[in-house]
């Protein structure tokens, strides 16, 4: 499984460009659902038939990036950002574009740690803007480039937001044997954007329950903001985030299966981000949704931390909740 997240998390997979991303899950996911479709948005949904509840699982498929605003008579390219990147941490970074096209940032004069994007610049090693319109233009996405590394039970890799959680989700199909529930699993385009590809698929897949399968941070290094989330202690099911009060009916699902089943929980209250569930549970008159996150060190970095025991018991627990029959826990 560590080789499945190893490729999903190194695929180039912007917000709106996401295909490369969804082949490799379609590929994966196939053998072990009923059907496999694309929405008109790009989001990916696999379905494995059945008579009862019927329960949308959401992972995004999307990574943050940049993207291309203008390039200068010396061949630079100057960039805005797509979706949560801290400008910060962008000085001296790898970027590698569509067809493995790769840039270095580096800063105007000045402190590079308080410049504005607008004082940063992508170099792809040309020395005149006709050279660089031969291997890049304005409007091409770029996302980090960072291999993913194995650190024993700790792994790190660009992109875990959300690629994790694809992973968490095809692993589910994969154990999944006798669900008595009709489940759809959805790989979603643009939530870093706002959660656009969820808000659309939500609809045409008009679930009984939603289950969003995502990301949060911890409050478990040096000096961190206080955060009640630590990486290795369990999947942690969301309580409230800027997006959703969590439905008390998923919720409390999520957490008398994790007791039955004795995996380790922790409640999550995320004060700022939102994930899926909060746009499948607007959609038409409303759908009782929550969700499973996994703990995550350095989100929305190039760097990002999971825990591999909790990835384990993330799958154990989503898989434990569909294999339960949603009719009669009252979806
Ligand atoms: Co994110
Ligand atoms: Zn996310």
């Avoid at 206080?226 to 959703?244: C, E, F, N, Q, Y």
Wanted: hydrophobic share 40%.
């Amino acid at each position: 499984m560590k080789d499945l997240i190893k490729r999903l998390a190194e695929e180039y997979g912007p917000s709106g460009s996401e295909g490369k991303v969804t082949e490799i899950i379609k590929q994966e996911i196939a053998p072990y659902v009923d059907e496999v479709k694309f929405d008109k948005l790009g989001s990916l949904i696999a379905v494995k038939k059945g008579a009862g509840a019927k329960v949308m699982l959401a992972a995004h498929a999307d990574e943050i990036g940049l993207i291309i605003t203008h390039i200068d008579k010396d061949g630079f390219l100057r960039f805005d950002t797509v979706g949560g990147v801290a400008i910060f941490r962008l000085t001296g970074m790898r970027v590698v574009f569509k067809d493995g096209l790769i840039g270095v940032i580096n800063a105007e004069k000045g402190d590079p740690a308080t410049a504005g994007v607008d004082k940063l610049f992508i170099d792809i090693g040309v020395s005149s803007k006709e050279e660089a319109e031969s291997k890049v233009s304005v409007g091409d996405f770029a996302v980090f480039r960072q291999d993913c590394v194995d650190l024993g039970n700790r792994i790190v890799a660009k992109a875990f937001d959300d690629r994790i959680g694809c992973a968490v989700l095809i692993e589910t199909a994969k154990r999944l044997k006798n669900s008595p529930n009709e489940v759809h699993f959805v790989f979603t385009v643009q939530e870093e954007l706002g959660l656009r590809g969820a808000t659309a698929s939500a609809y045409s897949v008009d679930p009984d329950i939603g289950i969003a399968v995502d990301v949060t941070r911890t409050g478990d290094t040096p000096e961190s903001p206080t955060m009640d989330v630590s990486l290795g202690k369990g999947p942690a099911i969301k309580v409230k985030d800027s997006g959703i009060v969590a439905n008390p009916k998923v919720r409390d699902l999520l957490v008398k299966i994790a007791k039955e089943q004795n995996i380790p929980y922790q409640f999550e209250v995320l004060i700022g981000g939102a994930t899926d569930a909060s746009s499948i549970e607007r959609t038409r008159g409303g759908v009782p949704s929550g969700v499973i996150s996994i703990p995550t060190r350095y989100v929305h970095s190039p760097s990002e931390m999971v825990d591999m025991n909790d990835v384990e018991n993330s799958i154990k627990l989503l898989t434990s909740v569909l294999e339960k029959d949603l009719r009669s826990e009252g979806f």
